[in-house]
């Protein structure tokens, strides 16, 4: 990244000072390199100076920032980067980049393609990211886009900084709430065919219910009442196993979301993992045996807090003891490095025991993120639309995406960080004009392909490769020099969704850059037969932009129209 490079140029302008007697000895401080708050203030800035003053008064000696920072910027190794290092205040060095080589990163964004911007930090590490986990009992409801959305987009922004990530959805199709889809999905299968079968009192009441009844009917026909309800209440735990999953995978398909596997929570049982999982805490003495169950050892590692429950008294594994095993399996036995789990904001009170299930296995507790979102507000004409799924009032996700279209879901849903509350605008989602972000941003892509193809029809070429290199000097007026600057900008914008594990910067930098372009169009005539190399020049300029608009878009999960 450009900050990284500028700290390696200012760490050799330290040590050549130091060599040449202008600075003491004393031991070189990290180099921080920041953007300042104002433009005015140049690219980049650094307080480096009044670091290396604390360090040397700290060595016994006398010094003054601003003569430090003096003695940094005369011995700023020759370079094509910097442009000017100017002093400010008591001792910051504000540093601005060198016109000809911002011009010359047209030509990198243009060779690399859709790879521009995409970052190595997380070469050779595996991590896991596991998002939506829905139970099981019906058609994703619009409250779980959210976790959709940031669980993809989250993924999305780790490949491109390096990382190998297996996308995960943990189907909890084990327990009291698939039992009672089970006995509802009968019990409906049977109304539908005339017998009087209730629905049972923790049931699920939503019509989608009387659909998988239907097509029950339609592939078994009356099957499963010609046998005692116990024995069709297990045949059909698969068969509506399989009808939701199928509902569930094309309902997230619409928004862009796939998964690298499906991983079945019963199967932790079918296949002998829990009781692995706990022999193997076990034996690293982390159970304990009391008042008839099993206990997992929390308080060893939690002040204030309880030992957990993991085998009741009735021999029957607690929830917890699915969460032991599921995760015993991601780092013992798949050796994941890292994973995240993307959970509502109200299973915060189950973060701090998954963090001491971490040091009992004997792992990093941080190699396991818990990353928390807050709750959506859907808005229709100034009033929220409330979700009910267990009153049958349930709003489906398909069904707000029939209404706005995936990428306003998703663009939506990640303009705030994912511990804030989101206020969804249906209205304005829907419309066609500025106000509308995403629109906005879009058509800002599809301007630039109309351009292109407008250019292509007057006869100007904008192939990168009819760009020579002296012609890069052309972009020369501040609108050119500002774009040019906010498309580097989209490392930055990578790495700060990576290491805050929220991508929503994503969203107010397509913003920006699709404004800068704007300017830049307004104030710069691109496609001007009378000056066909400067065309050129703002046509390789022009198709750099859409280059890192789309990548930027596509990270998001939102697509980049060619017209609209």
Avoid at 22 to 40: C, G, I, N, W
Avoid at 191 to 204: A, I, W
Avoid at 273 to 283: K, S, T
């Amino acid at each position: 990244m450009l900050s990284t490079k500028i700290q390696t140029i200012v760490q050799q302008a330290l040590q050549h000072a130091q060599t040449a007697g202008a600075l003491p000895a004393f031991d070189l401080p990290t180099v921080d390199v920041t953007r300042p708050k104002q433009a005015e203030h140049g690219d980049y800035s650094s307080n480096v100076a009044m670091v290396a003053a604390a360090a040397i008064r700290k060595a016994g000696g006398a010094a003054n920032p601003r003569q430090i920072a003096q003695a940094i910027v005369d011995h700023l190794p020759a370079n094509a980067l910097i442009g000017a290092a100017e002093l400010a205040g008591p001792g910051f060095i504000n540093f601005r980049l060198a016109d000809g080589w911002l011009q010359a990163q047209v030509g990198v964004i243009l060779e690399q393609g859709e790879a521009f911007g995409n970052l190595d930090r997380g070469v050779g590490q595996r991590w896991q990211v596991e998002y939506v986990s829905a139970n099981p009992t019906g058609p994703i409801h619009y409250g779980g886009a959210r976790n959709a959305v940031l669980g993809d987009s989250v993924a999305n922004v780790l490949a491109a900084a390096g990382y190998q990530v297996q996308r995960e959805f943990y189907v909890n199709d084990r327990g009291a709430q698939f039992d009672a889809f089970i006995a509802t999905l009968y019990a409906r299968y049977a109304q539908k065919q005339g017998r009087d079968e209730p629905v049972p009192e923790n049931g699920y009441l939503g019509d989608y219910m009387y659909d998988y009844a239907q097509q029950l009917i339609g592939e078994h026909g009356d099957h499963f009442l010609q046998m005692p309800k116990t024995e069709a209440l297990q045949m059909l735990r698969p068969i509506g196993h399989t009808l939701v999953i199928g509902e569930l995978e094309r309902d997230l398909a619409r928004i862009g979301v796939r998964f690298d596997r499906w991983f079945s929570e019963q199967s932790l049982y079918d296949e002998g993992l829990v009781e692995q999982a706990l022999d193997y805490l076990d034996q690293r003495g982390e159970l304990v045996h009391r008042d008839g169950a099993i206990w997992f050892t929390a308080s060893k590692y939690l002040k204030n807090d309880q030992d957990v429950v993991v085998v009741r008294s009735n021999g029957a594994p607690s929830y917890f003891a699915s969460d032991i095993a599921y995760h015993y399996d991601k780092f013992v036995r798949r050796r994941f490095d890292h994973v995240v789990n993307v959970w509502a904001v109200d299973h915060q009170g189950h973060v701090p025991r998954m963090k001491a299930m971490m040091q009992a296995f004997g792992l990093d507790p941080n190699q396991l993120t818990i990353l928390m979102y807050d709750l959506v507000k859907l808005m229709r004409n100034g009033q929220e639309v409330k979700l009910s799924k267990r009153k049958g009032a349930i709003l489906t996700l398909q069904e707000v995406v029939e209404e706005v279209g995936p990428d306003a879901l998703r663009f939506n849903l990640l303009t705030r960080s994912p511990e804030s509350t989101i206020e969804f605008d249906l209205d304005l989602a829907m419309q066609q004009t500025n106000d509308n972000p995403v629109y906005y941003v879009q058509y800002s892509h599809a301007r630039i392909c109309s351009i292109m193809n407008r250019a292509t029809e007057e006869g100007l070429a904008n192939d990168p490769s009819s760009i020579v290199n002296g012609s890069w000097s052309l972009l020369a007026h501040p609108s050119e020099l500002a774009l040019i600057r906010k498309l580097l900008e989209v490392e930055e914008q990578i790495e700060l969704a990576v290491e805050k594990l929220s991508p929503h910067n994503l969203t107010h930098y397509a913003m920006e850059l699709a404004r800068t372009f704007n300017a830049f169009y307004r104030d710069c005539r691109v496609v001007d037969a009378g000056e066909p190399e400067l065309s050129r020049a703002r046509l390789a300029l022009s198709q750099a932009a859409r280059i890192v608009l789309a990548k930027t878009l596509r990270l998001m999960g939102v697509s980049a129209p060619v017209t609209m």
